[in-house]
Each structure stands twice: as C-alpha cells, then as structure tokens.
C-alpha cells in the first residue's frame, strides 16, 4: 500500500488530532501531523501531501495566513478546521482558496466524506467537454443544459453561472467569486443579481425538494455544485 494519498493535519488539539488521524487512517490515509503554523510550513514543502486538513486558531499564529501561503505554492486541496461558527471566517477561507470548511464538533462520516470529496478530481465529471451529473448534461462547447434530455432554455447569465458552478464542482464558491467571475465587479446590488438568477435557474431546473438535487446553497456563504445527486 505505498499508494496512500498523504494527508498533512495541522491541529493543535491533543485530543482533536488524535481523533482526526486515527479517522483518517481507519479510511486508508497517511496521516501527517503538527501543531503549529511553522511545522505546517515545513511539513507541507518537505511532504508534498495530497490534501491538507487545517485548523484556523493555532499557537504560532492564525491558519489564514498559512492558507495563503499554502495558495502561493499549490492548489492542494485544503479543509479547514475551525471552532469559529461565523459565516465571516467561512467566506474569507474560501476566498482564500480553501476548499471546504467544516465546524467543530463534527460528526466522523460526514468529516471522512467531505475528505474523500476533495480528494476526487474536481473534473471527474467532464468528459468530452461535458459535464454529467445525474440527468443534467452539460455541454461547454454548444453552450447547453439538458436535463433528462430535455434542453432548459436559459440566458446567457445563467447559463455562464452554472457553467462556472459545473466546473468548480464539490467546492462551494463563495458569493462574490461567483459574481467577480460572471460580471467582473462587486458592488451592493450584486448579491441580489446573483440570488435572482439563482431562483430563475432553479425554477427552470424544475426543483422540488426531494427532487435530484445538483445546487446547493451555503446561506451566507455561497453556492456549490454537488459531485454527485442525492
Ligand atoms: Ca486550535
């Protein structure tokens, strides 16, 4: 088994470590650890790891600014760690370049999940310059959206929305990446747009709850595409 993805943690809770380690390796992992921002430095660029899971409120300073210098170097993928139930740390982690944000206490199958998640290629689901999740096919090169082959007939904003969604799929993006990508600026009125296109889509996709499910909506936070339909 020298084929073990390599997972740097960085956590400076005894007992936080050991449970998340010992959750990591029972799913086949190998499990990097340390305590502190320097030794995550340093850990990080001797190991190369697959994935990086890491705690925000650490001794030697603030996992923030180790996200960024992780983003200086590589785009491994990276979850964050973090006490903090505030929706501000969320977006600014993601900003950051996190890819996905859990909250302690989690559960263990959810946290293992979402590791395996970002694990898997964010362009698992594009082939042949399609994007196939579930009954919704996406084409990048016609610029359509079919679901059950039925062609949804959208505009051109919400067309480049979902696209852009499509190919950050299991990552949440956070509002103002979204709209930075589609309209090129921020301002107070942008949100709005961006949650008004959003109901259009939704509508148009035709979803009802327990319906597949291909968007999700992180109140607060953002939106992301799911990698697989519930
Ligand atoms: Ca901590």
Known sequence: MSNKYKILLIEDEANIQTFVSALLEADGYQVICTQSCSGGKMLFSSHIPDLVVLDLG?????????????????????????????????VTALDLGANDYVTKPFGPAEFVARVRSALRNVRRNVENSRFILGNLVIDYDARTITIDDKEIK????????????????????????????????????SIK???????????????????????????????KMNESVR
Not at 193 to 215: D, T
């Open 193 to 223: 747009k961006l949650q008004v296109n959003m109901a259009n889509i939704r509508k148009k996709f035709g979803a009802v709850p327990g319906k597949e499910s291909y968007i999700t909506n992180e109140l607060g936070v953002g939106y």
């Open 58 to 90: 650490l001794p030697d300073g603030d996992g923030m600014d180790l996200l960024k210098h992780i983003r200086t170097l590589s785009a491994v993928p990276v979850i964050v760690l973090s006490a903090r139930s505030d929706e501000k740390d969320k």
């Open 154 to 189: 959208l505009t051109q904003t919400e067309y480049n929305i979902i696209a852009l969604l499509s190919q950050h799929s299991g990552k949440v993006m956070t509002y103002s990446a979204i709209i930075s990508a589609i309209w090129g600026y921020n301002d107070s009125g």
